[in-house]
């Protein structure tokens, strides 16, 4: 599950390389448009995270038919979303990405990408819904399979589109956008042939119309505080990125390069707190309540060590990224010193993540989550950067060291509450 998320990260990777070749604000403008995939991902993600609590707990349990029912009623819920996010990005992308930066030519760059990756939206919803269930069922081989081909796929198209090789015109960011569509198209059909090769789950058409209430009212009960946990983390999150945005294009390409080495150096953290979750909701799910609470403690464990391995390995090699990149004097610099800064966030990326989104959520215990991150975000993050770029107008990397506070600010709530065990309970029987 780990090279499973490893090759997911490799992807905003692969854009950045091949981008920043190109120019500066054709990688900037990417960074910025996926923020609102990043957004659509956070309705997909609870609706996901909620179906794999249940589904977890159900296959610990052997009830195959309530996972089928429970398959149905997540496409029902991800669909309209998936179908909002493509109507704005195809009708009004540069209404969209103005949210983010005014600077001209990175929105002129911005519009030509969220045209095409418009198509995207659904196709991604699809394939994620599938993948999640897929992992809580005893195919992660099968899932982790799709996942590498979906990315090679990209990555593959993403080097013919935006170059125009092979014969075909230079598309630039709208090549690495049709990259992505056409990825995420491949990568659903692949997980439908899964599903109708191996006949674990038969899924039925009707199911999305009709779902027991046992099934709804327990799913909607943990994962509205999921939803809402999420919108609240991930919009104050990107609030961060339309600080940063409004700060200037070097300081919108070094923050883009750090966006994406976080992403690639944590892809074993979340994996570490999915796979966590998964087993700990098996445990709970079969009634080993002690069991879980012994598993719980050892993903805080490695959670604390993964976090600490990735902040020291970004440091180490931010001499040799900062080298690699195409970016202006000031833009580098900007780089050097917010990778320095990355290593204290990812401990508390990786443990909060784990605990919260893996532990937590795995017991149904989903309120937490929802509170903590709205009084850090918006009682301290959002208000206090703000304040620090437009009012007080403190130097961009001053600014940039408040809004990635956030990870540590809550660390001390995240350890009391999880002593509190409140997450070990059984939601299915």
Not at 130 to 156: F, R
Not at 340 to 367: E, L, P, Q
């Amino acid at each position: 599950m780990t090279f499973q998320y490893f090759m997911y990260a490799l992807v905003p990777v692969a854009d950045a390389v091949m981008l920043v070749a190109l120019n500066q604000d054709a990688m900037s403008s990417v960074s910025l448009s996926a923020q609102v995939s990043f957004v659509r991902d956070l309705f997909l993600f609870a609706i996901t995270a909620g179906a794999s609590m249940l589904a977890a707990q159900y296959w610990g349990k052997g009830d195959i038919a309530s996972i089928e029912k429970l398959l149905g009623y997540i496409y029902k819920l991800a669909l309209p979303i998936a179908l909002v996010f493509f109507a704005l990005t195809l009708i009004v992308p540069g209404a969209v990405i103005r949210i983010f930066t005014d600077e001209p030519e990175i929105v002129r760059y911005g519009i030509s990408y969220l045209r095409v990756v418009s198509f995207s939206c659904v196709l991604m919803s699809l394939a994620s819904i599938e993948l999640s269930i897929m992992k809580n069922i005893g195919q992660v081989k099968e899932a982790t399979v799709i996942s590498i081909i979906m990315v090679l796929t990209n990555v593959g198209l993403n080097a013919v589109f935006i170059y125009g090789l092979l014969g075909l015109p230079q598309m630039e960011t709208a090549g690495a956008a049709l990259a992505t569509t056409i990825s995420a198209l491949v990568g659903y059909l692949l997980c439908v042939f899964v599903r109708l090769k191996r006949k674990v789950l038969r899924f039925k058409i009707s199911s999305i119309f009709s779902t027991p209430k046992e099934i709804t009212s327990i799913y909607r009960k943990h994962t509205f505080p999921v939803l809402l946990n999420q919108l609240t983390w991930g919009i104050g999150f990107t609030m961060i990125s339309v600080i940063m945005g409004h700060l200037g294009s070097d300081a919108i390409a070094a923050n883009s390069i750090v966006a994406v080495v976080k992403d690639l150096i944590s892809c074993f953290c979340f994996a570490l707190s999915t796979a966590g979750s998964i087993l700990v909701g098996n445990e709970l799910g079969a009634g080993r309540l002690d069991e879980a609470r012994v598993c719980g403690r050892k993903v805080v464990r490695l959670a604390i060590v993964s976090g600490a391995v990735a902040g020291l390995v970004i440091l180490a090699l931010s001499p040799l990224i900062v080298s690699a990149v195409n970016l202006t004097d000031q833009a580098k610099d900007y780089l050097f010193w917010m990778l320095v800064m990355c290593v204290y966030y990812m401990v508390g990326r990786s443990i909060n993540g784990n605990v919260i989104t893996g532990i937590f959520t795995a017991g149904g215990d989903t309120k937490f989550g929802f509170i903590c991150d709205t009084i850090t975000m918006w009682g301290f993050i959002v208000p206090v950067g703000a304040l620090a770029a437009f009012v007080f107008e403190l130097p961009v990397l001053a600014v940039f060291f408040i809004l990635n506070l956030d990870e540590i600010v809550k660390l001390p709530a995240v350890y009391i509450h999880y002593k509190k065990y409140k997450w070990v309970r059984n939601l299915v029987d």
